[in-house]
């Protein structure tokens, strides 16, 4: 067991005591016997995707858990929140687009230490390409980071046949993995699970940098894109009809 997942059973330990659940509580909300909960408590198994999932379901921070950081929520996900389903791809394109300029005029490629370069690329990928492209979000992960899949193996500690399986979507993945996953390229276990518009933590963080005159100019913009984007949209319904 490496010290990424050592951190995230830690972790768990913490979040069980300060809601001061016992265990039965727990495995009831992973959807595990008391039992096996007992056991990924202490290691001895390794939390699989399903049960990262049900704990996810039950208001509990997947993210959290596993990567150790919270990510608080921004203005991006109001706006988000608040786009119709219809035309979020469409909205995202903008949001990803409106903090590259953000970055470019405010040079905070950088923040604390960690590149957000290739967090910004999955989120261009997910935005501009995936609609029309069915590889998996691991392939998209690793297009970001520009490697290589022997690069990409090594980087999860696995074989390189067993990630061209997890690639292909023919194998699935356990929180150890994803906790390695975090530890060695930077991406949380969400953007795994929900591949969707939804996650946007990685602008959320870079969104905090900005001073708060840069985020109001920004702001504008994407609250006049949203409208567009919308009007667009009932343009469209209404050519249909």
């Not at 995707?49 to 921004?74: I, P, Q, R, V």
């Not at 786009?83 to 903090?99: G, N, P, R």
């Not at 996953?181 to 963080?205: A, C, H, M, R, T």
């Not at 994407?222 to 667009?232: V, W, Y």
């Amino acid at each position: 067991m490496g010290s990424a997942y050592e951190g995230v059973l830690q972790r768990l330990q913490m979040y069980r005591q300060k809601r001061k659940l016992n265990q039965k509580s727990m495995s009831q909300m992973m959807g595990v016997t008391q039992s096996h909960y007992s056991k990924l408590e202490q290691g001895k198994t390794i939390i699989s995707a399903e049960e990262l999932k049900n704990f996810d379901s039950h208001g509990c921070n997947m993210d959290y858990l596993l990567t150790g950081e919270e990510c608080e929520e921004t203005i991006l996900n109001h706006y988000l929140g608040v786009c119709k389903k219809e035309i979020k791809s469409d909205f995202l394109q903008l949001m990803v687009w409106t903090i590259e300029q953000g970055i470019n005029i405010s040079g905070k490629e950088q923040k604390n230490g960690m590149d957000y370069t290739k967090e910004i690329r999955l989120l261009r990928y997910s935005a501009f390409e995936k609609e029309t492209d069915s590889r998996t979000i691991w392939y998209w992960m690793r297009k970001a980071s520009d490697i290589t899949q022997d690069k990409m193996a090594q980087h999860l500690d696995i074989t390189t046949k067993r990630y061209r399986e997890i690639e292909k979507g023919r194998l699935g993945v356990n929180a150890e993995l994803l906790a390695v996953l975090y530890q060695n390229l930077g991406y949380p276990p969400s953007v795994v699970f929900y591949e969707d518009v939804q996650n946007i933590s990685s602008l959320n963080k870079v969104w905090q940098k900005f001073d708060s005159d840069l985020q109001k100019e920004l702001e504008v913009f994407l609250k006049a894109g949203l409208e567009i984007c919308n009007r667009n949209q009932i343009q469209k319904q209404n050519q249909e009809e």
